[in-house]
């Protein structure tokens, strides 16, 4: 069973800090590009960041310069870095990863969501 965990979520005023972080397992060949996704209330889900295998990386535009997304291999986890929050920023946020079920092939997993709430 491939799972992946989120945590670090929590409620901060504008202008504080938090670091997410996604624990993936359960896959035998490990796991290709990773990335965060967010969805307010009543809102459509939008891509944060992702970053792929080789630590290249793409950013949403409405947190370019103050996400940072990052992995560690060694221990299948992708963070996210979320400086200068806005209540903007407010969305419950889920990771998503490419799970390797064979060296060439994969197939998207999704986590369970953790909320960050950012007051004005």
């Known amino acids: 069973q491939v799972e992946l965990v989120e945590s670090g979520g929590g409620s901060v005023q504008a202008g504080g800090s938090f670091r997410l972080s996604c624990a993936a397992s359960?896959?035998?060949?490990?796991?290709?590009?990773m990335g965060w996704y967010r969805e307010a209330p009543g809102k459509q889900r939008e891509l944060v960041a992702v970053i792929f295998s080789d630590g290249k990386t793409i950013d949403g535009d409405s947190v370019k310069g103050r996400f940072t997304i990052s992995r560690d291999n060694a221990k299948n986890t992708v963070y996210l870095q979320m400086n200068s929050l806005k209540p903007e920023d407010t969305a419950l946020y889920y990771c998503?990863?490419?799970?390797?079920?064979?060296?060439?092939?994969?197939?998207?997993?999704w986590g369970q969501g953790t909320q960050v709430t950012v007051s004005s």
């Open positions: 998503n990863a490419d799970v390797h079920v064979t060296v060439r092939t994969t197939r998207p997993t």
């Open positions: 359960g896959s035998i060949f490990g796991f290709g590009a």
